[in-house]
């Protein structure tokens, strides 16, 4: 009580400072938020500390400790199993039991492609170990990889934040409340009662994406059928696959041939007119 009566007295005696002197709205806050600190560390007595209210407290407890740690855990796997339809429906049957959802699918394949599909599962972060351990019976695992960003030390610095944004807030509605100036030194206060609105909005809005990341633990899951034994492509038979590459071959052949005789008519032609002309020279010399 005798903090509350010291931070309005402080309040109001700075409120008509200002109004007597024409100080500035930001300067005021300062000097309220000075007299309320001084306030504060005169009642630092365990009978001030028992004395703080409801709202501080559950306030603070919103607050995590930083020991405890915010761990946003993300991975991706590759199975391969003998038929994919089956395995979409195991592996989404695997996450809604967990109590989490498919958030992204998709699915490849077609005439001469291996079938293929990626989904993105989210589960709760305590059920992350049971995700990845029931992969297993869906197929034979190739590769499981898991990252793990700790954001703690992140969300506790935003929280930080955010309280003194809020008390900052607190103390620029009551001077905002006993202010009497000028309009202008008014509309200044409110506009930056405005800013610190917006950057506790800002705050918050990171810290319950930090904890929607941090509850929910992502994993890609990538599944495909099995490659053919032989041949290069899937639903094919390497017997006509190598008729197909033989008739290729012929007529690959075949046209450099055509292609060739627009050298060897000229080359032919001009020889064999050497050649007449050789004969004639011979016949006449003799």
Sequence with gaps: MMRIQTLVAGLLQV????????TAPVEVARQATEAGDAAAAGNSSPEAAAATSPDELSSRADYPDPASGMIVRTGSASIELDSLGPGLGALRALALRLGGYVANTSVQGGREQI????????????????????????????????????????????????ANARRLEERLIDVLGTRTGKLQDVLSVERELARVREE?????????????RAALSTLSVTLHEPPPIVGDNPGRSIVSEAFRRAWRNFVTVLAAAIASLGYVVPVTGA????????????????
């Design 200 to 212: 506790i909005e800002r705050l918050d809005g990171r810290m319950r994406y930090l904890k929607s």
């Design 115 to 162: 079938r293929s599909a990626t989904l993105e599962i989210k589960v709760p972060a305590d059920r992350f170990e049971d995700l990845t351990a029931g992969l297993d019976p869906l197929g034979r695992v190739e590769f499981v990889n898991v990252s793990a960003q700790d954001v703690g030390e992140e969300f506790v610095d935003l929280s930080a934040r955010a």
């Design 15 to 22: 409120g008509l400072m200002a109004c007597g002197q024409g």
């Design 271 to 286: 020889v064999w007119a050497a050649m007449l002309l050789r004969r004639r020279v011979v016949r006449q010399t003799a």
